[in-house]
């Protein structure tokens, strides 16, 4: 699934009404009666409508469907990516789509410029894509879901991704700060460094490797567990070593002393994010540790001494009198317990199991769940994408195609 942008600049106020009511629809129907999408566009008049889904079609933003009892369209990867861009747009928090940095099993990544011509990440969630790989136990499981159960899914994982990566920022973590989500999609700040998997060589392993475990045990003491941490979810930024800069500066005779860099981890990719009181808790929290001393193991020929940590001790730190408890804190914000059980169920089952397997773009082993698979960009249109004038904001449920999100 590429992001394809073309069409984005020529369709109309009412296309985007039609598409929204498309949007719409799907929350009850996996086929939408096209009568029912001319109501809930809006539009008067049945043959506006037609053309506006004549050409929704062709761009493959909608789908035509048939099934026994009637004809109708479904929205396609392509238009849920049209319709979360054209918001993005209207809320100004991006201005340009630029190059895919990342093809994942279930995400593409990419770099985007803000208004201010800021860079940034879009993050698209495709939960659905691993539903055309060939993994045996699912086959029969997948055959029964429908599309609208896909992209009701990587909404969920985009907003629990958001909602953990803000209230994580708002406690001191290193994680990119969360600009905005929409449907499927979160923006984020741009990271500017390297996937620790792509890291040959570090000064100092044994500083790295307590560093990366103590930020699981602080996890744990908020009352989370990552349940993906590995080498390729832990971005390592270089920051100038203060003390060093200082004695830089006041120019003493110790020019010959290199720059101190230091290593700072920066934590990303939360959609597998869990509590310590889930019921496998520890497998996931003994995963993460393992992911750590195996990765230093094999790339540092690094081993800890000390055993551990343990969940049992890790679990005992949660909801300390110093720590709040962000689980709990997360659930309040709009990812309910029930949306992470929802979540959660389909990705065991649909065996969303890390991202060992992330490639970079150009290994997309997966096909895609929309038989309309659009054609490609993937460079940068690095001009505007399409200047919306109606730049108001609007409520991001998840279904949030309401009518304050109706193109204007
Ligand atoms: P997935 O769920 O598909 O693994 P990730 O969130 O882990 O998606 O992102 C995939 C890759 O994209 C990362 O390994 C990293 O290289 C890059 N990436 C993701 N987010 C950022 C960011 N905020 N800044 C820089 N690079 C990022
Ligand atoms: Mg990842």
């Known amino acids: 699934m590429k992001l394809d942008t073309k069409a984005l600049r020529y369709l109309t106020t009412e296309d985007w009404r039609v598409l929204t009511a498309v949007e719409m629809g799907s929350k009850n129907h996996e086929i ?8 809930l566009s809006g539009l008067r008049g049945g043959s506006g409508v037609h053309k506006c889904i004549s050409t929704l079609a062709k761009a493959n ?3 035509r469907m048939k099934n026994a009892k009637y004809d109708g369209y479904r929205l396609t990867y392509g238009g849920l990516d049209y319709l979360a861009l054209h918001t993005h747009l209207k809320r100004q928090t991006l201005y340009s789509t630029g190059n895919c940095i990342g093809v994942g099993k279930e995400s593409d990544i990419y770099v985007v ?9 879009l993050k698209i969630h495709r939960l659905g894509r691993i539903s055309f790989r060939s993994i045996k136990n699912n086959r029969d499981y997948l055959k ?3 599309s609208a159960s896909w992209m009701y899914m990587s909404r969920l ?3 629990k991704e958001y909602a953990f990566m803000k209230v994580l920022k708002e406690n001191g973590f290193r994680v990119p700060e969360p600009v905005a989500q929409s449907r499927h999609t979160v923006v984020m ?3 500017d460094a390297f996937p620790l ?3 040959q060589e570090v000064p100092d392993p044994a500083g790295l490797y307590a560093d990366l475990i103590d930020i699981v045990l602080r996890l744990a003491t908020f009352g989370l567990i990552h ?3 590995n080498e390729f979810n832990i971005l390592i930024r270089e920051e100038q070593t203060p003390a060093v800069e200082e004695a830089r500066n006041t120019e003493t005779e110790d020019s010959e002393s290199k720059p101190g860099i230091t290593l700072i981890p920066v934590i990303i990719d939360f959609p597998q994010m869990v509590s310590v009181d889930h019921t496998n808790a520890e497998m996931y929290f003994d995963r993460d540790i393992n992911c750590i001393k195996q990765f230093f193991e094999r790339r540092f020929s690094f081993v800890s001494d000390e055993p551990g940590p343990f969940f049992a001790d890790a679990k005992k730190l949660a909801g300390g009198p110093k720590s709040k408890r962000l689980d709990i804190e997360v659930e309040a914000s709009g990812f309910s317990r029930k949306m992470a059980k929802e979540l959660g169920k389909y990705m065991q089952e649909v065996g969303v199991d890390g991202d060992g397997r992330h490639d970079q773009i150009g290994h997309v082993e997966a096909g895609d769940p929309d038989t309309s698979s659009t054609s490609s960009i993937e460079e940068a249109s690095s001009d505007g994408l399409l200047q919306d004038p109606g730049g108001n904001d609007s409520s991001d449920g998840l279904f949030e195609s309401s009518k304050e999100d109706e193109a204007e």
């Open 113 to 121: 410029a803000s208004s201010t011509g800021a860079q940034l990440i």
């Open 61 to 63: 933003l909608i789908a």
């Open 227 to 229: 349940g993906d941490f």
């Open 32 to 39: 939408v009666p096209t009568p029912l999408i001319t109501q």
């Open 197 to 199: 998997r792509q890291i």
């Open 157 to 159: 994982s985009a907003l």
């Open 189 to 191: 700040e741009l990271i």
């Open 144 to 146: 029964h879901r429908s």
